[in-house]
């Protein structure tokens, strides 16, 4: 059974930094496209940040030069690493791994920017 768990998210001031994990199981996680997605209180979740199996990148705009998105495939392991955090990146973040042609989804981790 396909599973996905995120950990690392929490309270940091603006201006700070978090590295969010997610580990998976019962997948094949090397040809898995894996993503970051958040939703944030009141809006629709959307995509922050995507790595193909092959380590290609992309980002939302929002993020780019903020947010890097790395993957470990002998732990299983996508990552999120979160610099330069402002107050709009509060959101509870979201792993989704894609692989062929179904989706699986973790619970979310809880992201808060705040002084």
């Known amino acids: 059974q396909a599973q996905l768990v995120e950990s690392g998210g929490g309270l940091v001031q603006p201006g700070g930094s978090l590295r969010l994990s997610c580990a998976a199981s019962?997948?094949?996680?090397?040809?898995?496209?894996m993503a970051w997605y958040r939703q944030a209180p009141g809006k629709q979740r959307e995509l922050v940040a995507h790595i193909t199996r092959g380590g290609t990148t992309t980002y939302v705009d929002s993020v780019k030069g903020r947010f890097t998105i790395s993957r470990d495939n002998a732990k299983n392991t996508v990552y999120l690493q979160m610099n330069s955090l402002k107050p709009e990146d509060t959101a509870v973040y979201y792993c989704r791994a894609t692989i062929l042609g179904s989706e699986y989804w973790g619970q979310g981790t809880r992201v808060t920017v705040s002084s």
């Open positions: 019962g997948i094949i996680f090397s040809i898995s496209g």
